[in-house]
């Protein structure tokens, strides 16, 4: 069984800065691409960032320059550094992983953490 506990979610004011982890366990062969979503109250759910196995990165426009995604590949986890955050950043934010399960190595496999709550207001 793989799963993905994530932390670090919080309450900070506008231009404050939260950093988010995410980790997988259980039988994993190995890992593509890792991402994070947002989805906040009303709205649908968002991608945030993707970063593939070689390090290669992507961010939605309104993230760009603010937020940075890392991963350590050793440890199977994924981070989402956030800086300068808005009020518009307030979200549920989920990683999310794409992985081979060491029973079938053939595809991958999706996965999604529980979710962590940032809000971000004064």
């Known amino acids: 069984q793989v799963q993905l506990v994530e932390s670090g979610g919080g309450l900070v004011q506008p231009g404050g800065s939260l950093r988010l982890s995410c980790a997988a366990s259980?039988?994993?062969?190995?890992?593509?691409?890792m991402g994070w979503y947002r989805q906040a109250p009303g709205k649908e759910r968002e991608l945030v960032a993707t970063i593939t196995t070689g390090g290669s990165t992507n961010y939605a426009d309104s993230v760009k320059g603010r937020f940075t995604i890392s991963r350590d590949n050793a440890k199977n986890t994924v981070y989402l550094q956030m800086n300068s955050l808005k009020a518009e950043d307030t979200a549920v934010y989920y990683c999310?992983?794409?992985?081979?399960?060491?029973?079938?190595?053939?595809?991958?496999?999706?996965?999604w953490g529980q979710g962590t709550t940032v809000t971000v207001s004064p």
């Open positions: 259980g039988n994993i062969f190995s890992i593509n691409v």
């Open positions: 999310q992983m794409e992985y081979k399960p060491v029973y079938y190595q053939i595809g991958y496999l999706p996965v």
